[in-house]
């Protein structure tokens, strides 16, 4: 803060008054105001003010403003933090319309708003001002309109955020239904997915079916030709081990019978030659050797045998 401009401000204030009138200001020195709480009444008229700033609105110390005749444009959107103000000048500015938080100056008693370009609406409203009642009305009646328009804002903001609030549950909707269908499509990719790899695993299965059938039919073919291969063979081969002991049992057999025939021989030689002859046991012996040779000579291949064993011992 500029000191030597503080105190060069606390010089021209007189009582609860500061009179900055006539100063040629374009600009209000908030700063240095705020430094001055006890300059209730504040005379800014005759100046070549545009705007004010929105920190002129913590000036709550301020009771009464003069900002006539200026070349005002708007007010501050906080204007309502104003809360001590009681009067106020706004003769011969150029504003159009309030802001909406003017309803919000309770303790506003007067205003005046004349030689503005008001809409129209709000210049209905104000009315004149040549005297202290009818600026009182203009304070009460503007007060009373700004609350009817703040309340219109204010309806106006609710319908306004339960449109977005409407829209925003239709978006969220949406988007939950577009998720949905992304989430089926996704289900239904996958259901494709696995069925395609199931008939593909059908198909490997029914071709390796398929494989083993023929090989199995091959194999059958194959045993069919060699079964009768065998079959057309004069002999079937016996393995080596069977074989073998065929052999040892047919050779036991001939001995046994060479056996018996030797020990038969034997028997009919002794009953036939030695003196054993007249015995008992070799009468049927030698009867049954007279039949068999009697039956053996009358053998038409005996007697030919017999013949060519004559002929070749003469």
């Known amino acids: 803060m500029n000191k030597a401009k503080t105190e060069n401000l606390r010089e021209k204030v007189e009582g609860n008054e500061l009179d900055l009138s006539l100063s040629n200001l374009t600009d ?31 000036l709550t110390h301020l009771v009464k403003v003069d900002l006539s005749k200026n070349q005002l444009i708007s007010l501050p959107e906080e204007m309502g933090r ?5 009067h106020l000048d706004l003769y011969n500015n150029r504003l159009t319309m309030l802001p909406l938080s003017f309803s919000q100056l309770r303790g ?17 409203v104000a009315g004149d001002c040549l005297d202290e009642k009818q600026c009182k009305q203009c304070a009460a009646r503007v007060l009373q ?25 239709k978006k969220e909707a ?35 079916a398929a494989q083993e059938q023929q090989k199995k039919k091959k194999e059958e073919k194959k045993k069919k030709a060699s079964q009768n291969q065998d079959k057309k063979k004069p002999s079937v081969s016996v393995p080596p081990a069977k074989r ?71």
């Open 174 to 208: 949406k988007q939950r239904e577009k998720e949905a269908k992304e989430r089926e499509a996704q289900k239904k990719k996958k259901a494709e997915e696995k069925e395609r790899k199931r008939k593909e695993y059908q198909a490997q299965m029914a071709a390796l």
């Open 244 to 314: 073998s002991l065929c052999s040892r049992l047919f050779s036991w057999i001939l001995r046994l019978l060479l056996l018996l025939i030797v020990g038969a021989a034997g028997v009919i030689t002794v009953c036939q030659v030695t003196e054993l002859r007249k015995e008992p046991f070799c009468t049927p012996i030698n009867l049954y050797v007279h039949d068999t040779v009697s039956w053996a000579q009358g053998l038409e291949v005996v007697q030919q045998v017999i013949q060519k064993i004559s002929d070749l011992q003469a």
């Open 108 to 124: 506003l008693r007067w205003l005046d708003l004349k030689d503005n370009p008001l809409e129209q609406s709000l210049a209905k």
């Open 28 to 58: 209000v020195p908030v700063k240095e105001l705020a430094a001055l709480p006890k300059a209730t009444v504040l005379d800014l008229s005759c100046n070549n003010l545009t705007t004010l700033p929105p920190e002129f609105c913590t």
């Open 145 to 169: 309109h700004m609350k009817v328009l703040q309340e219109e804002a204010d309806k106006e903001r609710e319908r306004r955020l339960l449109r977005e609030k409407e829209q925003e549950k």
């Open 82 to 86: 104003l809360s001590s103000l009681q």
